[in-house]
C-alpha cells in the first residue's frame, strides 16, 4: 500500500529571529546579541516537520512578488516539500514576522500575514489534489474562510483535518463537525476557552472541554509535557523531556507536523503523540 499525503495549507513567511537577554517592555530598548533571516510561518514551519518525519508533503500558501518570496522560495528548494500549489501573487507582499528570543529560550512575535490572506481557493476543487492524502493541516495564520473550505473539500474526500488553532483566537463554529483533531498550546487554551491554567489538572480539564467540539484535543504545555482527550473520555498525560532549552520557537510547529506525519504512517494516537513530543524536545535543544 502507498504511503498515504500530507497537505498543509497555511502561511509562509519570511522570518527576521532576534536573539536578546530579555524582551523590551513597551519603550525599552535592549542591545540584543544576534539576528538572522529564517524560513517561517505556521503553513512552513508545519510541512517542514511533516516532510521529515518523512512523509509526502503538498504546501498549499501564497507569497507576493518581492526578494522575500525569492528568499522562501530558495529555502523550500532544500527541503522534500512539493510546493507546486504555493501561488505567486503580483499585487501583495509576502508575509513576514519578526521574533525576539530571551535568555531562558522563551518568545514574543510580531507577524504580518500579507499575501497569505490572499490565497486562491480554486485550487481546493483540483480532485488530483487529494488524491492518496490522509490529513489536511489548517492553522490560524490564514483566513478562516479559507481554512473552512479546505476543510469542506477534505471531508468530501474522506480526508482527516487536524487543526492548529494557533495564534489563539475565538474558534469559528464552522470548524465544529470538520476538525477531527485540535492542536493549542496551554497559553492558547487558555484564551480559547476563558478556563485559567495553573497545573497540571487545569490543563486536563481544559482538554475534557475541548474535546466536547472536537473528537481529539491535544495540549501541548512545554516542560509539563503533553495531555490528550478523546470525546468522553477521560485525558491522558505524556510527561515532558528534560533538556536543555535553547529556543522554543516553532517548537509547537514541529510538534504538530511530527505528530501528524507519524499518524497518517500508521501509528496510533498515543504512538504519534509520544514521537511529536520527543521531536519537539529535540528542536528546542539544538
Not at 509562509?12 to 538572522?36: A, C, M, N, Q, V
Not at 500575514?113 to 481557493?121: D, K, P, R, V, Y
Not at 468522553?232 to 505528530?259: C, L, M, R, W
Request: hydrophobic share 40%.
Amino acid at each position: 500500500m502507498s504511503l498515504k499525503e500530507i497537505i498543509v495549507i497555511g502561511s509562509l513567511h519570511y522570518d527576521i529571529f532576534l536573539e536578546s537577554p530579555d524582551l523590551p517592555r513597551i519603550g525599552e530598548t535592549i542591545k540584543g546579541k544576534d539576528w538572522y533571516p529564517k524560513l517561517g510561518g505556521k503553513g512552513g514551519n508545519q510541512a517542514i516537520a511533516a516532510s521529515l518525519y518523512p512523509v509526502p508533503t503538498k504546501l498549499i500558501s501564497a507569497i507576493g512578488n518581492d526578494d522575500f518570496a525569492n528568499y522562501i522560495l530558495e529555502n523550500l528548494k532544500k527541503t522534500e516539500i512539493n510546493t507546486t500549489y504555493i501561488q505567486r501573487l503580483q499585487n501583495y507582499n509576502s508575509g513576514m514576522s519578526v521574533a525576539i528570543s530571551n535568555a531562558e529560550g522563551d518568545y514574543g512575535a510580531v507577524i504580518v500575514s500579507g499575501a497569505n490572506l490572499h490565497i486562491n481557493t480554486e485550487v481546493f476543487d483540483d480532485t488530483s489534489l487529494w488524491e492518496k492524502t490522509g490529513i489536511l493541516m489548517v492553522q490560524n495564520e490564514i483566513d478562516d474562510k479559507t481554512n473552512i473550505l479546505a476543510a469542506k473539500k477534505a471531508k468530501e474526500m474522506g480526508v482527516r483535518i487536524f487543526y492548529n488553532a494557533a495564534p489563539a483566537k475565538k474558534i469559528n463554529p464552522d470548524f465544529y463537525g470538520l476538525v477531527d483533531m485540535l492542536l493549542v498550546n496551554e497559553i492558547e487554551a487558555q484564551d480559547i476557552t476563558g478556563i485559567k491554567i495553573t497545573n497540571l489538572d487545569d490543563i486536563k480539564k481544559t482538554s475534557n472541554f475541548l474535546s466536547k467540539n472536537f473528537p481529539v484535543a491535544i495540549i501541548s504545555a512545554g516542560k509539563k509535557g503533553v495531555v490528550y482527550c478523546e470525546n468522553q473520555k477521560e485525558p491522558i498525560h505524556f510527561k515532558g523531556a528534560k533538556v536543555k532549552v535553547k529556543s522554543t520557537h516553532g517548537a509547537g510547529d514541529t510538534f504538530a507536523g511530527t505528530f501528524c506525519g507519524a499518524l497518517v504512517s500508521g501509528k496510533d494516537l498515543q504512538q504519534s503523540i509520544s514521537i511529536a513530543n520527543q521531536k519537539a524536545a529535540e528542536f528546542i535543544s539544538k
